[in-house]
């Protein structure tokens, strides 16, 4: 079985660029979700997709970031402008929905510098 | 809000030395509870899961039991391994929605 694909694998770009990262979850998986880790913490969540409807974005910076899975597969996370402190990896996990904690399968991550 | 509170690291260890790396919760309602590990130069993996109180996961020789009453999920090994080198994560999930909670991460280093 593949598991979560995320492309690039490493992005650099200056400050007030744009960017955009790509996601494709496991297949079946209807919960998709992005973390924003930096380096030294946790993962943050920043949005959590079930199917193509968004169940929390409570965390999303969205004067900046924005993030889409308009076919319920896909998903895409954009920053625009990017700032110093969105140096961080980007990762997206899916799992399966439902009443049982099914666990998240992660992808590798996209490394993002900002300068 | 849900939150996971895990011991700092970073932690260095003698090869075949025990492991316990603390983990508490506040959470509302019945969360599950899980530890992901991440290898050098690798995406997070679950390690480990319990589901309801007095559970034990375990996985690799690690195991954790799910303490309702001292809201907490300790992650041990009797015997760490080199390979046991990576960074280790204690999460939540809450009992509704699907969300999950990530501790900032104990990085492990096991000499030979």
């Known amino acids: 079985e593949a598991g979560v694909a995320q492309s690039p694998r490493y992005k650099i770009i200056e400050k007030r660029q744009s960017v955009a990262f790509w996601c494709n979850p496991i297949?079946?998986?209807?919960?998709l979700y992005w973390y924003q880790q930096i380096l030294g913490q946790g993962p943050k969540l920043l949005i959590q997709f079930q199917n193509n409807g968004v169940v929390d974005d409570s965390q999303l910076p969205k004067d900046r970031f924005s993030a889409e899975r308009l076919k319920g597969v896909d998903s895409t996370l954009k920053i625009q402008p990017a700032k110093l402190e969105d140096s961080a990896v980007y990762l997206c996990?899916?799992?399966?929905?439902?009443?049982?904690?099914?666990?998240?399968?992660f992808g590798p991550g996209t490394r993002l510098t900002v300068l | 809000g849900d939150s996971v509170t895990q011991m700092e690291g970073p932690v260095t260890l003698s090869e075949e030395a025990c492991l316990t790396i603390n983990c508490t919760y506040t959470a509302t309602g019945y969360p599950s509870l899980f530890w992901y590990v991440q290898y050098p130069g690798e995406g997070l993996q679950l390690l480990l899961k319990?589901?309801?109180?007095?559970d034990k996961g375990s996985n690799k020789g690690f195991e954790a039991t799910y303490r309702k009453e001292t809201t907490s999920f300790h992650l041990e090994k009797g015997s760490v391994q080199v390979s046991d080198s990576a960074v280790y994560f204690c999460a939540l999930r809450r009992g509704t929605g699907n969300q999950f909670y990530f501790g900032t991460g104990t990085s492990l280093t096991v000499i030979p």
């Open positions: 319990a589901t309801k109180a007095d």
């Open positions: 297949s079946g998986h209807a919960t």
């Open positions: 996990a899916s799992s399966l929905t439902g009443d049982r904690p099914h666990e998240q399968f």
